[in-house]
Nanobody, 123 residues
Framework: QGHLVESGGGLVQAGDSLRLSCAASAFTFGTYGLAWFRQAPGKERELVATIDRLLRTAYADSVKGRFTISRDNNKNTVYLQMNSLKPEDTAVYSC?????????????????WGQGTQVTVSS
């Protein structure tokens, strides 16, 4: 059974940066597509960024140019570098892994999920 553990969340001010990490274990990390999702209170879960096994990436329009997803297959870790943070980026951020068919695959195509890490951006 695969396992994902996020870290790096916290409370920051608008304009600051954070880097989230997600460490994986117990599955063949390099063959999986990876993504970061987020969910704010009262809102649906939103796909933030995706990276496939060929290192192709995709981003939600709301984070393009500010967030960068990357992966290190040697460390079984996926990252989300978040710059120029805004109060509307406040949410619980979760990483996910799956054999995805598209960079815009939905929740149902992801097999493994982390518990999530809180990101709070104050104005």
């Amino acid at each position: 059974q695969g396992h994902l553990v996020e870290s790096g969340g916290g409370l920051v001010q608008a304009g600051d940066s954070l880097r989230l990490s997600c460490a994986a274990s117990a599955f063949t990390f390099g063959t999986y597509g990876l993504a970061w999702f987020r969910q704010a209170p009262g809102k649906e879960r939103e796909l933030v960024a995706t990276i496939d096994r060929l290192l192709r990436t995709a981003y939600a329009d709301s984070v393009k140019g500010r967030f960068t997803i990357s992966r290190d297959n040697n460390k079984n870790t996926v990252y989300l570098q978040m710059n120029s943070l805004k109060p509307e980026d406040t949410a619980v951020y979760s990483c996910a892994a799956g054999f995805i068919r598209s960079l815009y695959s939905t929740v149902s195509e992801y097999t493994y999920w982390g518990q999530g890490t809180q990101v709070t951006v104050s104005s």
